[in-house]
């Protein structure tokens, strides 16, 4: 399978714990995308990186979140300190920078359920 | 407002039925659209860039309005298999793709 791959699939947690969620892009790009999809809603944006670095981060993404993409290759999503109000999915994905152009392939998700 | 709003449906149509979708955004500046499909508890999955000439991809033709800032999805001989969410996409000039809320089909027999 040469998509986008996201681990885990589905993560159940207590309130009060830290969680992190590893995103492997589509091999040859640049770019990677993390998003959060709650019941009813489109994803919305919460950060991303072009190689090893952090170019945008939503207002979404409290001091509770970090990011990272250490070698520019695969990424991890942690959340300090979860909250019920954290539970969504968790969605990556990844895009070839290429002539301005940028399509987004999305992986499977993980979901998270914070109790 | 929402930057990208969508009627949520759902829309229930019988097989071989033309249906179409709306979406407006509210900032002028977006450079990008796109719809996405999204299965029940799956991932968005591209369906197709929107054109300001306007485009077609078999079945599916799609129109962008950007005087009126408003982007159209018409499914032309509707099938059991284009049940799913459509999610009108924007991007402005930085890289984040912005959602609507998507607009549920539902095709039955």
């Known amino acids: 399978d040469t998509g986008v791959s996201q681990d885990p699939r589905h993560k159940i947690t207590k309130r009060g714990q830290n969680v992190t969620f590893r995103c492997d892009p589509i091999s040859e790009h640049n770019r990677l995308y993390w998003y959060r999809q709650t019941l009813g809603q489109g994803p919305e944006f919460l950060t991303y990186f072009q190689n090893e670095a952090q170019l945008e981060k939503s207002r979404l993404l409290s001091d509770r979140f970090s990011a990272e993409r250490p070698k520019g290759s695969f990424s991890t999503l942690e959340i300090q300190r979860t909250e019920q109000g954290d539970s969504a999915m968790y969605l990556c994905?990844?895009?070839?920078?290429?002539?301005?152009?940028?399509?987004?392939?999305f992986g499977a998700g993980t979901r998270l359920s914070v109790l | 407002r929402k930057e990208v709003e969508q009627d949520p449906g759902p829309f229930n149509v019988p097989e071989g039925a033309t249906v179409a979708f709306n979406c407006t955004y509210s900032?002028?500046?977006?450079?990008?659209f796109f719809w996405y499909r999204q299965d029940c508890r799956k991932e968005p999955k591209l369906l197709m860039s929107?054109?300001?000439s306007g485009n077609e991809d078999g079945r599916f033709t799609a129109q962008l309005n950007r005087a009126s800032q408003y982007i159209s999805l018409l499914i032309r001989d509707s099938k059991l298999s284009d049940s799913a969410t459509y999610l009108c996409v924007v991007k402005l000039n930085t890289d984040k793709l912005i959602f609507g809320t998507g607009t549920r089909l539902q095709v039955f027999p």
């Open positions: 994905a990844s895009s070839l920078v290429k002539r301005d152009r940028a399509l987004q392939y």
């Open positions: 929107v054109y300001s």
């Open positions: 900032n002028s500046a977006s450079q990008s």
